[in-house]
């Protein structure tokens, strides 16, 4: 039996049976189970790097990390946070962590466990945060409100210090919506992407992430708790309060800025579930709709003909229901993970810049020689002889490299001097 592209990843508000779990999206059938006996919070589940599953407690103030192929999660390392975490994203290449804890974001460096950034903007309690495809950008959304986009550069660059007078500037600031912000959704194409937020002022904002743009406002008559886009970005699906999904096609937008959502017989809407929609996510065929809800049930829709294709009951509400690539560390018996994690910190260092910092530990001019960098730390770090042979092969191109810059540079002397 040949082996699905793509994994479906779920978890409940029990945590009785598992804290999340893998499912084959074309059978239906359980692929792996993660455990810790603890109920994870909403918005907090997250692939990091195609090596573990990252995960908040919904009680607790700590995280939680489980290689892809294994049921317990790591329990070397200390992840414990200041407070409990409302929100949790991190960027696509698994090198920075940024978790809400009520109206403040912290943002952590994986690989060092430094708090780079504590930021203080948002009035209430962040609900969603959202890393743009390139991890150059982040946005938050909270119970104010509000909506910040943030420049991942500029936040880790200011680290705040005891007081708080020192943190970034956000790059957008967003007031338009009147009620608690429940979700966000970033598309492809990195700060050239869309940004979607959906409120509980039962309206759903497209905007222009780069510009800030306002490019459409979509007024419905209920409440509205989620929301996604298919891959190639032609549908809008929304899900809202009631259970009820509405699908909105994007080739056609309305004339005008704003527009009034037909929620009559006209309408297009995925009906099955009996309770809020938590969560929304598309599969990579753009032809298969997840949808996790309050009533305790993940549902796959075929979107054509929005018939649901099949149902999986959980034990309590679904805090998460997303697909993501089968990629190996799934099913290797021997986890190959492409980073290194490390014990969290759970304040920042005084006046000092995290990044900075790990460079610091290291003289500058033995960036310089790599010969010499490489004899004075990695060896004294790295005991993976894969990662050794990469190393040296690097340092081989180094030399090559630099040869052939000497030889440019000595053509180009003779060239100017002629």
């Not at 912000?181 to 002022?201: E, H, N, P, Y």
């Not at 800030?212 to 929301?227: A, D, E, K, Y």
């Not at 009533?295 to 018939?307: A, E, F, N, T, Y």
Request: glycine letters at 8%.
């Amino acid at each position: 039996m040949s082996r699905s592209s793509e994994i479906l990843i779920t978890s409940d508000g029990s945590g009785q049976m598992w804290s999340a779990a893998g499912w084959d999206p074309q059978t239906g059938t359980q692929l792996a189970t993660y455990k810790n006996g603890a109920t994870l919070g909403y918005n907090t589940l997250n692939i990091v790097a195609g090596s573990y599953l990252l995960a908040a407690d919904k009680t607790k103030p700590r995280l939680y990390f489980w290689p892809l192929n294994r049921q317990t999660h790591v329990e070397n390392l200390r992840f414990v946070v200041p407070g409990i975490v409302t929100a949790l994203t991190c960027s696509p290449d698994g090198l920075y962590i940024v978790a809400a804890i009520g109206e403040k974001l912290c943002t952590w460096q994986t690989s060092t466990g430094e708090l780079l950034a504590v930021l203080i903007r948002h009035y209430q309690t962040v609900n969603c945060l959202k890393f743009t495809s390139d991890g150059s950008t982040f946005a938050s959304g909270g119970d104010d409100g509000l909506v910040f986009v943030w420049s991942l550069s500029s936040v880790v660059s200011k680290t705040a210090n005891n007081t708080g007078n020192r943190q970034a500037a956000p790059l957008h600031s967003f007031a338009n919506h009147s009620l608690a912000v429940k979700d966000i959704f970033i598309g492809r194409f990195g700060i050239q992407a869309r940004l979607i937020t959906v409120s509980l002022d039962c309206t759903a904002r497209i905007y222009d992430l780069d510009s800030g743009i306002l490019l459409l406002n979509l007024v419905f008559s209920v409440p509205l708790t989620s929301v996604c886009m298919d891959i190639k970005e032609n549908f809008l699906f929304v899900g809202c309060s009631t259970g009820d999904i509405f699908h909105f096609d994007l080739h056609t937008p309305p004339r005008g800025r704003e527009h009034h959502v037909d929620h009559g017989k006209n309408s297009i809407t995925f009906k099955g579930h009996t309770k809020s929609i938590s969560c929304l996510s598309v599969a990579g065929d753009c032809n298969t709709l997840v949808s996790g809800s309050a009533d305790g049930s993940v549902k796959l829709w075929h979107i054509p003909s929005r018939q649901i294709l099949r149902s999986i009951p959980h034990k309590g509400p679904i805090t998460a229901a997303f697909f993501t690539k089968a990629v190996n560390n799934f099913f290797a018996n021997d986890l190959k993970p492409k980073l290194i994690l490390h014990s969290l910190q759970r304040t920042p260092k005084d006046g000092e810049n995290g990044v900075i910092e790990v460079m610091n530990n290291y003289n500058l001019e033995d960036f310089l020689h790599p010969d010499v960098f490489f004899n004075k730390k990695w060896n004294e770090e790295i005991t993976d002889s894969n990662t050794h042979a990469e190393l040296r092969r690097a340092e081989e191109e180094i030399k090559s490299l630099k040869s052939i810059n000497a030889e440019m540079y000595k053509f180009g002397l003779k060239y100017l001097m002629k």
